[in-house]
């Protein structure tokens, strides 16, 4: 079974913070790199931020400093701490592999969860 679940979103005014968690089926999480992505109104879905099964970290340069990637390979859940929000970072959230050819692959088809929506406004 393949499954993707996020939570954590809202509304958050400039500056502020959220953390957003996502629990994943084992056969998506176990020894599989790990992603937030996000895709903001008329955009391109992106990454922002990865993580390896051993924990090794990357980020988009528009939220470096900033976001913090982390996981936990006992419950097969991946979190985002995000700090510094700003009016930019409004999007819907969602977590998968990295790269999402895994999931597809599992799923046998595009596969994402329902994300979760971060907006940032005062």
């Known amino acids: 079974q393949v499954q993707l679940v996020e939570s954590g979103g809202g509304l958050v005014q400039p500056g502020g913070s959220l953390r957003l968690s996502c629990a994943a089926s084992?056969?998506?999480?176990?020894?599989?790199?790990m992603g937030w992505y996000r895709q903001a109104p008329a955009k391109e879905r992106e990454l922002v931020a990865g993580?390896?099964?051993?924990?090794?970290?990357n980020y988009a340069d528009a939220v470096k400093g900033r976001f913090t990637i982390s996981r936990n390979n006992a419950d097969n859940t991946v979190s985002l701490q995000m700090n510094s929000l700003k009016p930019e970072d409004t999007a819907v959230y969602y977590c998968?592999?990295?790269?999402?050819?895994?999931?597809?692959?599992?799923?046998?088809?595009?596969?994402w969860g329902k994300g979760t929506l971060v907006t940032v406004s005062s």
């Open positions: 084992a056969s998506i999480f176990s020894g599989n790199p």
């Open positions: 993580i390896t099964s051993g924990g090794m970290t």
């Open positions: 998968n592999a990295v790269p999402v050819s895994i999931t597809y692959r599992l799923s046998g088809a595009n596969y």
